[in-house]
């Protein structure tokens, strides 16, 4: 019988692990499984940025799974895995986010209408069908962006501080 | 107009891609752009002198009652031909000035176009805000181009210097303009100028926009920032620290004298700093060896004079003032860029070195001694028919005006003996000294430098023309009469330009044999010591109150937020408190439960010894309220809790790396007291926010009108047949903007301090191994 202040010790760990050169605990299973889901919930994110208009969704979400996707596969391998990405630089993305919704918020005033007011298209494309697109998304695009790169931001700063100061101890 | 503003951001954006293909020469592409802005304003000029000043106005956010106005009238056109002209000769100096493939060139141009177009806007704003604007990018830009690549600490500070000065001043501006635009009802110029409020708060309201006109023109005690901004490229300080930037305090009170100057406290200040900037700047200009450091508090002084013109009011004050506004930008440009030239040609700019570039170069000489002797006030040149017409203004022999009259002459002795010692120092040949080498700098720099100076000559000729553009702005005031010309006959004032000639000769000839007696100010009335004990008091007063705010106590913080939160709502909450109504247990079943299942994690955090087992059943307890968001019937709401809640675990997870395993540590138990208070805060702030919530949701009966209205036109006006959505990018769209904003400000500080941290704690580990290894 253990005393109660250990109750909530772990007892053993939970996944088989190796550890890497790097120091970085792995585990082959969540490994594969992080990159198979990867595009999927990539998909996923932009699926929620389109569909927020009309069902649950919209930039705020789909930003956010976008980047627990990023997390993912940064929580399975470490900064190795996020290498992949390292195109997409944070504050980049965070300030192409912030332009996009700030000129989306202007352009109107150039056709004299007030800032940040909608307008409605209906397009028509060829196989696909007809659909309605309202001038808000784009602003909806630029939160998008601008999460994803808050949350790289995160995995950016904050695990490069595990891997260089957490694992030792 | 609007268009020719944006032309310039819109250019200066394309400029980098240019300066890849066409080196320094893309100075000239900048160029045309100022210089079109010239044309246009010009071909306005009919129009805008028969009285119609031309108006456009973009109403951005008609909601709230912003726009943005412009208006041109004579004195924004008069102010244009000064930022556009000169900006337009001075990037094409800078094509010569700057070393070809030099790296600060996209920079420099770009910055320079910026601020030419921020000038720009600035002189043709009609409303306060937009007015604002354009005068804080005019800031911004000085300290960017000032501080160059921040290579050195002197040129950091005089940037910050720059900077700090001007921007208090901005907000100080910002702040009496709002009270006047409250004061009179509007928030445009021309209909604050044509109808000025009255009342005390008008008088506050005035010596505020006044602080920022002040530091802006660099009169004392402000004055400072403008000669240690020296430390800029020569066309930069040609452009900002001459013709353009400078001049916004003198535009601002040209621009409200004519609804204020009889109020004391708009003459009184600007009289008495403006004459004893006048004096301070030319006595300081005698003493300095450096060419550009002369130029400066030459121009401190010069502003000093303006200020005094434009601001005191009437019809001859404010003509002298619009002349010499026009006859400054142009001499002081054209010395400016002189530096410029003598520094490329001979690598200094120190009157101890320079010998004999006159004799090597007469025809420059020549252009050089015309710009000086406007300056001077020497006919017949632009600045001597101001001057003239400064001292015909006060001389209606008051008491007040005289007074004025005697210090603006002994100014202008001072202004003549420096003008002569720039001349003769820089371009003399003292005796028994070597010439200076030299290499001929080139037609391109040179001409650019010969255009203002020139004009200035051109000018004091075809003044009769010239008058209707003048008088334009000075017909504000009542009383006409008085027109422009080089000659007025053997008048009063030509006799006190005849004194000021050989007074300023006798003072240039004393300083050059006896030089300046040395006088050692006061501590209290050094300006840059001022400067300096003000931000030295500013930061200790800021660790002072840091050091006791935030005393770097989780607990504490958590502790002083929940009493507030308790006590402020709370006290209103019991006093006018309602019953709740008859209570239901459950809406549906489903909530049953899940409120269950949050109540047993809750329950157990509090047992909890790690914090990571704590910190995984406050997700549990997240993910509850997202499950009962869900049961309610807000999928959106529900879907941003999970996504937030599963983020917040793994920052968590990550930070938790750096902290205990555990919250206590066995050996030492936290003390009774201690957790008895924090025990009684948590249950305090529990039951006050279980209260509120049960109390604010049975005062609610029916939808309120907002969300009657967002549901009914979500479809219609914003295409959206989900209301949240529609709320967050179309109804509130402006919050969501301002949200994403501080998202983003928080990211990238939250990503500056930890990296910040880990380059410190990594830096002394590397000194132990160079220690070692060394």
């Not at chain 2, 306060?128 to 300290?143: D, H, K, N, P, R």
């Not at chain 2, 006061?522 to 003000?534: F, M, N, T």
């Not at chain 2, 157990?604 to 499950?627: P, Q, S």
């Amino acid at each position: 019988m253990t005393k109660w202040t250990e109750w909530d010790a772990p007892k053993e760990r939970w996944l088989l692990t190796e550890r890497e050169r790097g120091g970085w605990p792995r585990s082959l299973l969540f490994e594969l499984c992080t990159r198979i889901v990867f595009p999927t919930v990539l998909v996923m994110s932009v699926y929620l940025l389109l569909a927020g208009h009309n069902d649950a969704g919209g930039g705020f979400s789909g930003g956010l799974v976008a980047g627990l996707a990023f997390v993912l596969r940064y929580l399975a391998g470490g900064s190795a895995e996020l290498a992949a990405v390292r195109a997409l630089r944070p504050p980049v993305l965070i300030g192409s986010g912030m332009s996009i919704a700030v000129i989306t918020a202007l352009v109107p005033a150039a056709f004299g209408a007030p800032i940040l007011s909608t307008a409605l298209w209906t397009v028509t494309l060829p196989l696909v069908g007809t659909f309605k697109i309202a001038t808000s998304l784009f602003l909806d695009i630029g939160v998008y962006l601008l999460i994803i790169g808050v949350v790289l931001d995160l995995l950016r700063t904050l695990g490069t501080g595990i891997e260089q100061g957490g694992l030792d101890s | 107009m609007l268009v020719a503003i944006v032309a310039h951001f819109a250019v200066a954006a394309a400029l980098p891609a240019i300066a890849k293909r066409w080196g320094r020469n893309v100075f000239y592409v900048a160029a045309l752009i100022p210089a079109a802005s010239l044309v246009f304003a010009l071909n306005r000029l009919g129009g805008v002198l028969a009285g119609a000043a031309p108006e456009e106005s973009l109403a951005w956010a008609p909601g709230i009652g912003l726009e943005i106005s412009l208006r041109m009238d004579p004195l924004a056109l008069l102010m244009i031909v000064l930022v556009s002209g000169v900006g337009a000769l001075v990037l094409c100096y800078s094509a010569r000035y700057a070393k070809p493939g030099g790296e600060g060139i996209t920079r420099e141009s770009v910055l320079l176009l910026v601020f030419a177009g921020a000038m720009l806007g600035l002189v043709l704003a009609d409303d306060i805000f937009s007015l604002y604007l354009f005068w804080e990018l005019t800031t911004v830009c000085s300290f960017l181009l000032v501080g160059g690549r921040g290579l050195t600490p002197a040129i950091r500070r005089s940037a910050t210097q720059a900077l700090l000065v001007t921007g208090f001043g901005g907000l100080a501006m910002l702040l009496g303009l709002i009270l006047l635009g409250t004061a009179a009802g509007t928030y445009r110029i021309s209909e604050i100028i044509a109808h000025p409020p009255g009342g005390a708060v008008t008088s506050v309201a005035v010596v505020l926009v006044l602080v920022g006109a002040l530091t802006k023109s660099a009169q004392v005690p402000f004055h400072p920032w403008l000669p240690a901004a020296m430390v800029a490229p020569t066309p930069v300080s040609a452009y900002l620290h001459a013709a353009a930037m400078v001049k916004a305090g003198v535009y601002l009170v040209a621009r409200f004298a004519p609804g204020f100057s009889d109020l004391a406290a708009w003459w009184v200040p600007v009289v008495v700093l403006g004459l004893w900037t006048m004096l301070l700047g030319g006595v300081r200009a005698l003493r300095e060896h450096d060419l550009k450091r002369l130029l400066a508090f030459g121009t401190v002084s010069q502003l000093g004079f303006l200020m005094v013109l434009v601001g005191s009011g009437g019809f001859v004050t404010a003509l002298a003032g619009a002349t010499l506004i026009l006859a400054h930008g142009l001499f002081k440009s054209a010395l400016f860029l002189t530096v410029g030239v003598l520094d490329k040609a001979t690598g200094t700019r120190d009157i101890r070195e320079l010998s004999g570039v006159g004799r090597r170069w007469p025809v420059l000489t020549g252009f050089v001694v015309l710009a000086a002797a406007s300056m001077a006030g020497f006919p017949p040149l632009l600045g001597f028919v101001g001057k003239e017409t400064a001292f015909t203004a006060f001389g209606s022999g008051g008491a007040r005006d005289t007074i004025v009259l005697v210090c603006l002459v002994l100014g202008s002795a001072l202004t003549f003996a420096y003008s002569l010692r720039f001349v003769v120092g820089g371009f003399g040949t003292p005796q028994g000294k070597t010439p200076i080498a030299a290499t001929w700098p080139g037609q391109g720099l040179v001409v650019p430098m010969a255009i203002p100076a020139t004009a200035g000559l051109v000018c004091a000729f075809a003044v009769p023309w010239l008058e209707p553009l003048l008088a334009g702005y000075a017909d504000a005031y009542p009383g006409h009469g008085y027109h422009l010309a080089l000659w007025h006959g053997f008048t009063v004032p030509l006799g006190l330009s005849a004194l000021v000639v050989l007074g300023g000769y006798l003072v240039h000839r004393h300083v050059q044999r006896a030089g300046l007696p040395d006088v050692r100010w006061p501590k209290y009335a050094d300006a840059q010591a001022g400067y300096r004990a003000a931000v030295r008091g500013l930061d200790a007063l800021a660790r002072r109150v840091t050091g006791r705010l935030q005393v770097g106590s989780l607990p504490v913080y958590l502790g002083v937020i929940l009493l507030t939160a308790i006590v402020v709502p709370g006290a209103g909450l019991l006093a006018g408190v309602d019953s709740p109504g008859p209570l239901r247990l459950w809406d549906s079943p489903m909530q049953v439960p899940i409120a269950v299942l949050v109540l047993v994690a809750t329950a157990t955090v509090l047992v909890a010894r790690r914090r990571l087992t704590a910190v995984l059943l406050t997700g549990v307890i997240g993910y509850g309220i997202g499950a009962l968001f869900l049961v309610d019937g807000g999928p959106d709401l529900a879907l941003a809790q999970f996504l937030v809640e599963s983020l917040t675990l793994v920052v968590f997870v990550f930070v938790l790396r750096r902290l205990p395993e555990r919250f206590v540590r066995d050996d030492r138990p936290p003390g009774k007291k201690a957790r008895w208070t924090k025990a009684v805060i948590a249950i305090a702030g529990g039951v006050f926010v279980a209260g509120l919530a049960m109390i604010v949701s049975a005062s609610r009966d029916g939808l309120p009108d907002v969300s009657r209205e967002y549901i009914e036109r979500a479809e219609p006006s914003a295409g959206a047949s989900n209301v949240v959505n529609a709320i967050i990018v179309d109804f509130r769209a402006f919050d969501t903007v301002g949200e994403i904003a501080v998202l983003a400000v928080a990211a990238t500080g939250a990503a500056s301090l930890i990296l910040g941290a880990h380059r410190a704690r990594r830096r002394p580990e590397r000194d132990e191994t160079e220690e070692v290894t060394g």
